[in-house]
């Protein structure tokens, strides 16, 4: 079983702290104001785990696949 990286768009406020810490990964879409996962695969270049830890909203984790 693998994991997703996912992002709650009903959760994420669009404060981009999540694609300050690991911007391969994650991007903020300007015109609706969340943020989407762009490349999963780029967590092996950034720490994913705090991002997923200092969204102040709890809208990033992973899911079971």
């Known amino acids: 079983m693998s994991k997703?990286?996912?992002i709650d768009e009903e959760l994420c406020i669009g404060c981009g702290t999540?694609?300050?810490?690991c911007t391969e990964v994650?991007?903020?879409n300007e015109t609706?104001?969340?943020?989407?996962v762009k490349n999963?695969?780029?967590?092996?270049?950034c720490?994913?785990?705090?991002?997923i830890n200092?969204?102040?909203v709890?809208?990033?984790s992973w899911k079971e696949e």
Do not use: M
Not at 18 to 21: D, G, H, N, W
Not at 32 to 36: H, N
């Open 54 to 56: 200092s969204c102040p």
């Open 26 to 28: 994650f991007e903020l």
């Open 40 to 45: 999963q695969d780029a967590c092996s270049q």
């Open 4 to 6: 997703i990286l996912t």
């Open 47 to 51: 720490d994913c785990e705090e991002a």
């Open 18 to 21: 999540c694609s300050e810490i």
């Open 58 to 60: 709890g809208a990033i």
């Open 32 to 36: 609706i104001e969340k943020a989407f």
